[in-house]
Structure formats: C-alpha cells, structure tokens
C-alpha cells in the first residue's frame, strides 16, 4: 500500500530530476532502505509533486523562494543543495547575492556569512 499519489510521485520525480540532477536524485533514491524509502518518496510526491509541480510560479523563482527560507532557517546542508539546483534553473551569481543580502538584513550577517561560503564553494565547483 502506498502512502502517496502514483501520479504526483512521477511529477515530482521529474521535477526533481530537472533541479537537482538526475544522478544526484537517483543516488538519494538508491540509497534509501526499508526506513528511509517511504519518506523519499512521500517527500518527491510532496514537496515536488504538489509544491513544484503547478505552473503558478516558475521554477527559477521558487529555487530564489528555497534560498531565502533555507537561508533564513539556517539548514546550510539542504541550502548548498538547492544552490546547485538554482543554478540548474537558471538562477545567476548576482541574484544569489542579492538573495543572501536579504538573509543577512533579516536573520543576521552571521547566517549570510554561512550562505556566502556554501555558495562559493558550489559556484567555483560550477566554474562560475
């Protein structure tokens, strides 16, 4: 018995795919056990099924929208992964800047200055 939609599942699987890269998103899917896997696959049907699969707002804004709350919330590990992902989206250093500017005016240079270092390191891997 499955815990989510069959269809939002295959929606947020693609979508997934197209943010955060197949292979990375195939390797998290791989390494999922009996524990792990009905969250992995409740989460894509969730979070990128329902919550990415609309049109309504782009997928470059909603990368730019994850920056700004996973910045503000300080989860610096989910933070380095949707860099990536904003990139693939088309997200341009300048905007990632002008992002972390805002976490920094609102939730403290501290937290900016984290958000600064996990952009470098994802745009010198990026060649950017």
């Known amino acids: 018995m499955s815990v989510f939609d069959e269809d939002l599942f295959l929606q947020g699987l693609e979508q997934r795919k197209a943010t955060l890269g197949a292979e990375y998103v195939e390797k998290n899917l791989a390494a999922a056990d009996d524990f792990t896997r009905p969250f992995q696959e409740a989460m894509t049907a969730w979070c990128w099924g329902f919550g990415w699969g609309d049109e309504v707002i ?44 805002v976490v ?6 501290p937290q900016a200055l984290e958000c600064f270092r996990a952009a470098r390191k994802v745009l010198a891997e990026q060649g950017k």
């Open 58 to 101: 782009p997928a470059k804004t909603r990368s730019m929208m994850n920056l700004a709350m996973l910045g503000a919330l300080g989860k610096m590990h989910e933070w380095e992964i949707h860099c990536r992902g904003a990139i693939n989206n088309g997200v341009t250093p300048e905007e990632i800047r002008a992002i972390i500017h």
């Open 104 to 109: 920094g005016i609102y939730c403290g240079v």
